[in-house]
């Protein structure tokens, strides 16, 4: 009986600390996400909405490819389309995570950023372990 006790103590360990979004020390706590209010159809750039679309999209993939490989887990870039419209992002991990976990971390900060700040023309999502930013113009990082 104390055996069948032990494994649902680990099993409620196992599910409350997948409900906080900790797993092996990656933390995917969302601690904030802010979406400009203005978006993509309300901008008329050249190619109106799809230039910046085109730059949000180019930009995400390469924030999921390149930060987790970056040394410091870091990443400042901008990428455009068509007649120059770009979009310009900010991407950090924590220094102490795996290249995996940096990864799955800003693949959860993307999930997170795109579920409330859809064709936003700037946003950023902080988790505990990462954070992202991008914006339709130059920033401090």
């Known amino acids: 009986m104390e055996t069948m006790h032990k494994w649902m103590a680990i099993i409620v360990m196992l ?48 924030i999921l490819e390149m930060t987790p490989k970056q040394t410091s887990y870091e990443l400042y870039k901008s990428e455009a389309c068509y007649s120059g419209v770009s979009a310009i992002g900010f991407s950090t991990c924590s220094a102490v995570l795996t290249e995996d976990e940096c990864s799955q971390c800003i693949q959860q900060a993307l999930e ?8 936003s023309v700037g946003a950023q999502v902080k988790l505990v372990d990462c954070r992202i930013r991008y914006e339709n113009h130059d920033f401090p990082h």
Request: charged letters at 25%; proline letters at 0%.
């Open 112 to 119: 997170n950023l795109f579920q409330e700040c859809t064709h």
């Open 15 to 62: 599910w409350f600390f997948a409900a906080c979004g900790t797993i092996d020390g990656l933390d995917m706590t969302l601690k904030e996400r802010i979406c400009n209010g203005e978006t993509y159809a309300r901008h008329v750039w050249g190619f109106g909405e799809k230039a910046m679309e085109c730059a949000v999209n180019r930009l995400v993939r390469n």
